[in-house]
Structure formats: C-alpha cells, structure tokens
C-alpha cells in the first residue's frame, strides 16, 4: 500500500507500507519548527507527510498520540546525550557535571522541535510507558551525577542526592528555556548562556558546602 502526492517541479514523494510512521513523526518535527507545538492539527501532520486526514490513525489515536511519540523520541536522545556528556563522571564529577549542563543546553539549541514536544506541548510524561521510561532514564543521568557530586561531602553533612538533581535541572532548563530556546529575542546578557549554568551551578554546589574541585 502506497500514498504520494506531486511535490514542485512535477516530482512525486511517495509513502509505502512501513513508512508512514515515520513520514508522520518528521512532519510533526517540521510542524512545530514552523507553529510551534500547540500550532497545528492532526489533519496538519497528514497533509504535511502527504496523505490522507484518515491515514495517521493507523498509527496514532490522536495529535497527542503523535506528540509523545515524538517526545519520547525527544527524551530518548535527551538520555544518549545527556549520558555522554557524563561518561560517569570522568575525569573529575564537577568538570563530568559542566559537561552534562553544556549538552542540555545544547540540546535545547540544536532540537528545538523534541524540546518543544518534550517540555512545552503540555503532554502527560505518564501517557505512555515508553514516554514515562524515556523521561525517567533522562533524569536518571541528573540524578546518578548528583549523587557522585554528593557522595564527596563529608558524611552526615551530604545533602539530599534527588533535592539536588531536581535544583539543578531547574537551573540548567530555566536558562535553556530562557536564553537558548529564543535567542533573538532574549535579553541580552554579558556572558553565553553555557557560562550563566556553570557559574549557577558552582555558586549552589559551593553554597551546599561541596568541595567543588575546579583543576
């Protein structure tokens, strides 16, 4: 089973069996690039991936079917990167921890469409199992390098490892969010945004009695 549509120049895109799926996600990638998240129907999405307003229901339930498919997705590339930039904390955890706030920001910068079905389409993380695993293996990277960071406080004097990975996840997606998600229009600042998170994070890890090591 196939569907196409002339495209300018006379040249034809076709969808074949087994495709469409992913036809649908990319067209909803390039949808909320253009309208945002919120900005477009699931009629939208079929027009956009070249067939009819009946063929995504093969796939998808609904609009919001198709956005957590595309936020997990999101969240799955989020963790692979977020994982990466950690690489258990080598060489030392506070230059392992900058790392991994230079790679949520850069995410934000470089998939701004994950970004926005992840975080800004107003999508349950609950609404599938797989979106559910994919948004907590995400935060389970935050959460492993605030542990490591914790772990070298003096004992009885260790602040909450969860209590800290929620802080600093609000910090780095405060700025992403902020500063990276729109820069033409955000407010100009005397430092990059990469710069406001490490100086944020030093002054909260210092201000928890961490022994940050900056070597």
């Not at 067939?51 to 590339?77: K, N």
């Not at 599938?128 to 914790?150: G, I, K, M, N, Q």
């Not at 729109?182 to 430092?191: D, V």
Request: proline share 6%; glycine share 8%; aromatic share 8%.
């Amino acid at each position: 089973m196939s569907w196409s549509r002339d495209e300018p120049g006379g040249r034809r895109r076709g969808y074949h069996h087994g495709n469409l799926r992913e036809a649908l996600i990319q067209a909803a990638l390039n949808l909320i690039a253009e309208k945002g998240a919120g900005g477009f129907s699931f009629a939208d999405a079929a027009r956009s991936a070249g067939v009819s307003p009946a063929a995504p229901y093969r796939h998808f339930r609904d609009r919001d079917a198709l956005l957590a498919d595309v936020a997990e997705r999101g969240f799955t590339l989020f963790a692979k990167r977020l994982s990466e930039a950690w690489d258990d904390g080598r060489p030392d955890p506070f230059v392992a921890f900058e790392r991994t706030g230079q790679a949520y920001l850069a995410f934000a910068r470089e998939e701004p469409s994950h970004y926005s079905a992840m975080f800004e389409a107003g999508i349950d993380r609950n609404a599938t199992p797989d979106l559910r695993r994919a948004s907590d293996d995400a935060f389970a990277v935050l959460r492993r390098a605030a542990e490591t960071l914790c772990a070298v406080a003096p004992e009885g004097n260790r602040p909450p490892a969860l209590m800290v990975a929620l802080h600093i996840w609000s910090l780095a997606h405060g700025i992403a969010s902020l500063f990276t998600r729109n820069e033409a229009g955000s407010r100009t600042m005397p430092m990059t945004p990469e710069d406001l998170l490490e100086a944020g994070v030093l002054v909260y890890l210092q201000g928890l009695g961490l022994p940050v090591n900056r070597s």
